[in-house]
């Protein structure tokens, strides 16, 4: 079975702070994805990463950076100087077993107060 | 490109009433996803078809919704009758099915029963 777990339902931050979303996830499969999305007010979901279970060098791209780290079963994303465009909901997922469907997280709430 | 297409955007109904949702995917995108994500909660796939054939419908309350996907392009979601516990957005996605790239979401349908 598949399980993403996102401790921390909201988070307020002020501008120009770094911030770093939780993630753990669980599976018994060794061939897995994990992603991020976004999901502003509009409602739309936005993709920002996705990861397979072979590669676990970090990523960085721009103010965004992911650390996995699969001894933990930890997807964590880090937003560097936040901006309020940054205010949304962020959802991990977890993708395995062959299966091309995600399983989400329950998400966190980040509000950047200007 | 053009986006994954939803419509309506908003829908108010009586429970007991029927409502239908329609997705019209990615052009050339041979998988289709159904999501359904209640308020506070991360998105959960209801169903998912490669083509015109349902890959996965596990989790599709099927005694009151169904899904179809005609000529493998635009798909409708219906539900008859509708319950209090089914307002929630319905979210559809389309992916290239080529490993999840190219997963891309609509905007979602807000489905408010009253």
């Known amino acids: 079975a598949q399980k993403v777990t996102q401790a921390q339902t909201e988070i307020s931050v002020v501008e120009k702070e770094d911030v770093t979303l939780d993630c753990v996830y669980e599976t018994r499969d060794t061939t897995y994805y994990l992603f991020w999305y976004k999901q502003p007010p509009s409602g739309e979901l936005v993709f920002l990463i996705r990861r397979n279970s072979f590669d676990e060098q970090n990523e960085i791209s721009g103010r965004y950076s992911w650390n996995f780290q699969k001894s933990t079963s930890s997807f964590n994303f880090t937003i560097t100087a936040s901006q309020v465009v940054d205010s949304a909901v962020y959802f991990c997922a977890l993708s395995a077993g062959g299966a091309n469907n995600l399983f989400f997280g329950t998400g966190t709430r980040l509000t950047v107060i200007p | 490109e053009a986006g994954v297409a939803q419509s309506p955007r908003y829908k108010i109904i009586e429970k007991r009433q029927s409502v239908a949702f329609w997705c019209n995917p990615i052009s050339g995108h041979a998988t289709l996803y159904w999501y359904q994500q209640i308020l506070g909660q991360g998105p959960k796939l209801l169903i998912q078809f490669q083509n015109n054939g349902v890959v996965d419908d596990s989790q599709l309350p099927k005694d009151r919704f169904s899904a179809e996907r005609l000529k493998g392009v635009d798909s409708t979601l219906k539900i008859q009758p509708a319950k209090l516990e089914d307002s929630a957005v319905y979210l559809c996605?389309?992916?290239?099915?080529?490993?999840?790239?190219?997963?891309?979401f609509g905007s979602g349908t807000r489905l408010t029963v009253v």
């Open positions: 996605a389309s992916s290239s099915g080529q490993g999840l790239y190219g997963y891309t």
